[in-house]
């Protein structure tokens, strides 16, 4: 069977960085700077054509555009397919604007040496999470002879970049998991080959965590088809296992496989332990698409998956997973608080921003839901932007370590302002793009679990702390540097150029939502609808809380 609709926009985009992949490897080696170049490229030509497919992409449409379905292993029902709504989309559009900066912002990140354990000094992690703080060795120490291949770098950027899309893209189910699975490919050796001290480390723990869950998620994708069989035809297509008839009990042990695997990918609290140590051993780029959009595919399988395909089992487990969240948002930031090394504490934020958009999704309300994709957008902007301003810090003074620096705003106004404005669109200060999202996922959670968004009001305060005191310790105050160290110099012309478009969107995005609302809305009512769930009612004075919801 063949279906297409529209121009196939998905497989283009995922096809482009491929292409640009195997030109870069073609390339003779020596050619380093042509390498970046190509790669550089590649990903803005991915840019423009995602600009184009939001352009074709009707919000008042069908809820699945620029589908494609062709036969793959038909003997297992198996296909090709792919298709976005809204929410797909805008990860989508995440991804086109993040790959590009992250290349500009890496540019150099090859042309140094691999970090060696005698170099470095480790200090303990105050949450014993185990891989600690990190000094990394002297400014003036001879170079060694190792260096890391540029053209690797760059090619798994690209690999990488294909299956972000895709797994965004698939709407069959076996092609989601191959997506799922193969994006840990590329990830895993940017970590192992071109991060930290602690990277092998770092590395293995982050493979092993997500190979647990997709095991767990594949054991319910055979589930899936095993009772597709049972009514009818095996298939794997979200659209017929959307309509199929599925016991409770069966629908909570396969919803438990999806969402735990979910749930580590997130990370939700408890199942987050591996990214503070990736977060923090990961090269910066690798950290911010890490961050920025890999961990994005769980809260994303929350909404295309779990609610969907299990209703009555989201509903049974939701106020349990609300639980869960609002423990995520506390814990992060007060373990946030307590950090030493200034990349373990951005990852520990992540916990905390990973807690709200959890608890929008499962609050089940267009407001808590809509809000929940938004943020999955403005977290990958801001949380994209300290990582990558943190990590011009420390290719400078050649140490992690927060109390190592001190009034750097005198000698590097730049540096410190981006650092701000990142900062404070992370804490959510109004006028900046998560303020919205963090508004609208409280909201959305009143109405429906009104104890759960109090406490979690809590998140906010906490994170303007932590934030504010990291500024004020790093960029305040008098200059200390790390030793060896008199000066550093501001940012220069490329690295402006990297973190500006992520500035300017949390500011638009703050300013004027309404371009990626008006795109998620649909897409969260079908959602809504496919799980069974209505908001609740309003309430009439001297009421409950919420109406009981359906």
């Not at 140094?112 to 000094?135: H, I, K, L, Y």
């Not at 779990?306 to 506390?330: E, K, N, T």
């Not at 973190?499 to 638009?508: D, F, G, K, Q, R």
């Not at 309003?538 to 919420?546: L, R």
Request: one cysteine or more; hydrophobic letters at 55%.
């Amino acid at each position: 069977m063949e279906t297409t609709s529209q121009f196939p926009w998905l497989t283009v985009l995922g096809l482009i960085p491929l292409v640009g992949t195997v030109v870069l490897l073609a390339l003779p080696r020596r050619k380093e700077q042509l390498q970046k170049v190509v790669a550089l490229a590649t990903s803005l030509v991915v840019l423009v054509a995602t600009i184009l497919a939001c352009a074709a992409f009707d919000p008042t449409g069908d809820r699945f555009q620029f589908t494609q379905a062709y036969d793959w292993i038909p003997a297992f029902g198996v296909q090709y397919a792919v298709g976005a709504d809204g929410i797909a989309l805008v990860l989508i559009a995440l991804i086109a604007v993040l790959v590009p900066v992250v290349i500009l912002a890496s540019w150099h990140d090859t042309d140094t040496v691999v970090p060696a354990a005698a170099t470095t000094s480790v200090e303990p992690d105050v949450d014993g999470g185990g891989a600690g703080s990190t000094r990394i060795g002297s400014p003036h120490e001879a170079p060694r002879s190792k260096r890391r291949s540029v053209k690797a770098f760059f090619a798994l950027l690209l690999v990488l970049e294909t299956m972000m899309i895709g797994v965004f893209a698939a709407t069959d189910v076996f092609l989601f998991y191959v997506f799922f699975e193969a994006m840990l490919i590329p990830m895993y050796f940017l970590i192992g080959s071109y991060g930290g001290p602690r990277r092998s480390y770092a590395a293995m723990k982050f493979l092993l965590f997500s190979l647990a869950g997709g095991l767990l998620m594949l054991a319910s994708v055979i589930g899936l088809y095993v009772v597709s069989a049972d009514q009818g035809e095996g298939t794997f297509a979200f659209e017929r296992l959307v309509e199929l008839e599925i016991s409770t009990p069966v629908q909570i042990a396969l919803f438990l496989g999806f969402f735990i695997a979910f749930a580590i990918k997130a990370p939700l609290f408890p199942f987050h332990t591996w990214l503070p140590d990736a977060g923090a051993e990961a090269p910066v780029g690798g950290a911010v698409l890490l961050v920025g959009v890999l961990d994005k595919v769980g809260t994303f399988g929350f909404l295309r998956y779990c609610l969907p395909l299990f209703p009555d089992a989201s509903r049974i487990l939701g106020p349990y997973i609300i639980v869960l969240c609002v423990i995520g948002i506390l814990y992060g930031a007060l373990v946030a608080m307590g950090q030493k090394d200034l990349k373990r504490l951005i990852s520990y934020t992540s916990v905390a921003h990973f807690g709200f958009i959890g608890m929008g999704i499962f609050a089940f309300t267009t407001q808590g839901q809509t809000g929940a994709v938004l943020y999955m957008v403005n977290h990958g902007l801001s949380t994209g932007a300290l990582f990558l301003v943190a990590g011009f810090l420390i290719a400078r003074g050649k140490s992690r370590l927060i109390e190592d620096y001190s009034g750097v705003a005198a000698i590097a106004p730049i540096l410190a302002g981006t650092f701000l404005l990142a900062g404070l669109s992370s804490l959510a200060l109004p006028g900046l793009s998560t303020f919205i999202s963090e508004f609208l996922v409280l909201l959305g959670t009143y109405s429906r679990y009104p104890v759960a968004a109090v406490f979690a009001v809590l998140g906010v305060v906490l994170a303007a702390l932590y934030i504010l005191l990291t500024y004020q310790r790093t960029m305040q105050g008098k200059l200390r540097l790390p030793a060896g160290l008199t000066s550093i110099k501001d940012l220069h012309l490329r690295e402006v150029l990297a973190v500006a478009p992520l500035l300017a969107l949390m500011i638009v995005l703050g300013v004027y939502p309404k371009p990626l609302t008006d795109v998620i809305n649909p897409a969260v009512d079908a959602t809504m609808q496919d799980a069974g769930r209505t908001d609740p009612a309003p309430t009439q004075g001297g009421g409950d809380a919420a109406a009981p919801a359906r």
